[in-house]
């Protein structure tokens, strides 16, 4: 979410796939060092020192330096504002904060045929 694209991304498939495997991650240059050093320890490949899966376990993460500012009881309170409330329309389904694209116009088919799985579901 820092960078805007997934950690091993890559425009390739099989370019992403390798950096998966290889463990291969580009950071942007205007990354924060101390968030650059948190993912590292995060993404380790190797589980004896991937961080969450160490002696202290989760307390790793949240004692990591780039979480000092966050005090982890006021927010397991929710006595925490959040820094950004999107405006909602009342009413449920209100979609305005996302970007519309074009459907695709992929077919799913006669809506009235019956439903192979819909008896798993009977309330729908």
């Not at 694209?5 to 390798?18: G, I």
């Not at 924060?32 to 020192?49: C, I, M």
């Not at 927010?75 to 970007?99: C, H, K, N, T, V």
């Amino acid at each position: 979410m820092l960078a805007g694209y997934p950690p091993f991304y890559d425009q390739n498939p099989m370019k992403l796939y390798e950096n998966i495997m290889n463990g291969r991650i580009k950071y942007p240059s205007y990354f924060d060092p101390v968030a650059k050093d948190l993912l590292t320890k995060l993404l380790t490949a190797d589980l004896s020192k991937r961080y969450g899966n160490l002696k202290a376990g989760s307390a790793d993460v949240f004692n990591h330096s780039w979480f000092e500012e966050v005090n982890w009881e006021r927010l397991e309170r929710r006595e925490i504002d959040a820094p950004y409330i999107p405006p909602i329309r009342p009413g449920g389904g209100d979609a305005s904060q996302f970007e519309r694209y074009d459907e695709e116009g992929e077919e799913y088919g006669d809506f009235n045929s019956r439903d192979a799985y819909g008896h798993l579901f009977p309330d729908f």
